[in-house]
């Protein structure tokens, strides 16, 4: 049951790189999964370099036809995407941008052909992504359409045992109170529950944020608690989900935190995303939830300003790696069991 999984080096002008030769320099991670490393060599060769001359050695292949794998040792899809040149670090570029879009290309196309049972990514970044060619909103929304995944996505936020999702991603902060609906709030609170239960957890416990300061403060700072999310827990509830709410957006990571929820479901990114950073922002976990396989990354950034230097630490992408695996033999052991 050991799953296959394709490793990404993230955005080649960042920490991506020396992250991923780190973490595929450790054995034990090359004895958890086949692994398939996405990569143009020069973008190994740099990552080699900055992480202190580690040398991985992998397999070489040109092409997913053929895919094979030897004990301990990754393969290599040989990537062509750096112009020939190494990667120019700490800015975005279209030779990065086109390095990792087609990463993602190529990682999708295996999950596509059935190849792969999950992807782990270094670092990306947003702004390299879109000079290389992404029209989407995110990679999430670029995968749920390879994908073919309709309705609801959304990323996960992992620190320790505490999950987080939420009903707007990516999108500015005026736009936000026009998406807050209840069948959002639903499909936010369904599609954690049932991540969380794949990863293990029996009853998810799950609170709902509220929008506005203090949960609107009974309505004197904003209805859309008393008008839409709070019904839409009541809904929840009846359908036997332990959902709460809504809750004060200041406190309710105090009572997470505590261990009270298992999961909180925030209405914005920055709402969630700031009280989990300060948590834990090296050992943070981002998982792209509602995917057919799972697609995971460390919560920390491109970090251009250190890119270079050998400093970055990969607790959050050892995580990532640790939870995809796992996803990943657990959904093979399922499909097995029900063949």
């Known amino acids: 049951m050991k799953p296959r999984i394709a490793v990404l080096p993230g955005d080649p002008s960042g920490i991506g790189p020396e992250m991923m030769v780190k973490l595929l320099s450790r054995a034990p ?17 740099s990552g080699q370099r900055i992480a202190g001359g580690a040398t991985l050695d992998p397999l070489r292949l040109q092409s997913l036809d ?32 086109i390095a990792s879009f087609e990463a993602m290309q190529l990682a999708t196309e295996a999950v596509r052909r059935g190849l792969v049972d ?16 992404l029209q989407h909103e995110d990679e999430l929304r670029y995968m749920q359409e390879r994908f073919r995944v309709p309705g609801f996505v959304c990323e996960f936020n992992i620190t320790g045992k505490l999950w987080t999702s939420r009903v707007t ?33 029996q009853a998810p416990r799950i609170a709902v944020s509220g929008l506005n300061p203090h949960a609107g403060d009974g309505g004197s700072i904003g209805s859309e608690e008393i008008e839409i999310i709070a019904p839409a827990v009541r809904a929840l509830q009846a359908q036997g989900i332990d959902a709460r709410g809504p809750y004060s957006p200041d406190t309710v990571f105090i009572g997470a935190r505590r261990g009270d929820f298992d999961a909180v479901v925030s209405m914005y990114h920055d709402q969630g995303q700031i009280a989990m950073k300060l948590m834990g922002f090296e050992q943070g976990v981002t ?21 270079g230097r050998g400093v970055a630490t990969i607790e959050g992408l050892q995580h990532a ?15 097995a069991r029900a063949n």
Not at 118 to 128: C, D, E, Q, R
Not at 191 to 196: E, H, N, P, S
Not at 287 to 307: Q, R
Not at 324 to 331: F, W
């Open 321 to 335: 790696f640790d939870l995809c695996v796992r996803m990943a033999r657990e959904r093979k052991a399922r499909s």
């Open 118 to 133: 999950g992807i782990v990514f270094a670092p990306l970044n947003k702004h390299s992504l879109r000079l290389g060619g």
């Open 169 to 201: 991603s990516h999108v500015p902060l005026k736009d936000v109170a026009a998406l807050i609906t209840g069948d959002a709030v639903k499909d936010a609170v369904h599609i954690i529950r049932d991540a969380l239960i794949s990863a293990g957890v």
């Open 29 to 45: 991670n090359l004895e958890a999964a086949d692994l398939l490393l996405v990569a143009d060599p020069l973008v190994l060769e």
């Open 287 to 307: 998982l792209h939830g509602g995917l057919p396989v799972p697609v995971a990354t460390s919560a920390s950034g491109s970090a251009f300003d250190i890119a």
């Open 66 to 97: 053929g895919l094979r794998f030897e004990p301990g040792r990754p393969s290599l899809l040989v990537q062509a995407t750096m112009g020939g040149v190494p990667p120019v670090l700490g800015e975005s570029n279209v030779h990065s941008g």
